[in-house]
């Protein structure tokens, strides 16, 4: 069975700080891996896209890598901001479907 | 920035009644997707659509039913609403460029069947 884990299910760190989201898969089988954020009552919104060749991508402050045979995930955020606030969503490809974890519900505060 | 709509954005209903839910996107993606979410909870696929007068049933099992006759509506319809379909309703739409296929989320729909 495919299945996400993402860890911590919550977070809560000062301004500032530098921060590690994490997210395991079981089935390396994938095609890419993508970092969403959700905000409250919102949709989704894709952060960053790593395909299955692919080590990491980076988009500003933020640094996804990819270590597939070992079927994990981290997400770096640099110099974290109140507006970093959300729930993050780690969702592995595979043929036809996206798998998504449970996300990780981040709180920066000022 | 994606176009990609949901209506109602919430709807509190009471059981036994027929609902719809509207997505439409304007970006001509031909894989469409409809995902459930519960709070606290990872999303389920429930229904996606590979094109015009294509649908197909997601992982999760679910009452609902969809349509796609046209390329950008792809609305999912409950046809007697009952509590324990009180849940969130996201849909997405995708197109393959090259070796990336990013999926775009609309808003969602928040969905109270008392």
């Known amino acids: 069975k495919q299945e996400v884990t993402q860890i911590p299910a919550a977070l809560s760190v000062p301004e500032g700080e530098n921060l590690v989201l994490n997210c395991s898969f079981t089935?390396?089988?994938?095609?890419?891996l993508q970092w969403f954020r959700q905000d409250p009552g919102k949709g989704l919104t894709s952060l960053l896209l790593?395909?299955?060749?692919?080590r990491e991508q980076t988009s500003g402050r933020l640094n996804a890598s990819l270590d597939k045979s070992s079927g994990r995930s981290t997400l770096y955020i640099a110099a974290s901001q109140p507006g970093d606030s959300a729930t993050y969503l780690c969702a592995v490809g595979y043929p036809q479907k996206l798998v998504f974890g449970q996300g990780t519900r981040l709180t920066i505060n000022p | 920035e994606a176009d990609i709509y949901q209506t109602p954005r919430y709807l509190v209903i009471g059981t036994g009644k027929k609902i719809t839910l509207e997505c439409s996107q304007t970006m001509g993606h031909d894989k469409m997707y409809w995902y459930q979410q519960d709070p606290g909870m990872e999303l389920h696929l429930i229904h996606y659509s590979y094109g015009v007068n294509s649908t197909e049933k997601g992982d999760l099992s679910s009452e609902s039913t969809v349509s796609r006759i046209r390329t950008e509506h792809f609305p999912l319809t409950l046809e007697s609403a009952r509590p324990s379909h009180t849940s969130q309703y996201l849909c997405a739409s995708s197109r393959r460029e090259g070796l990336q296929e990013t999926q775009y989320f609309g808003p969602g729909t928040r969905l109270l069947v008392l």
């Open positions: 790593i395909q299955s060749s692919q």
């Open positions: 089935d390396s089988a994938i095609y890419n």
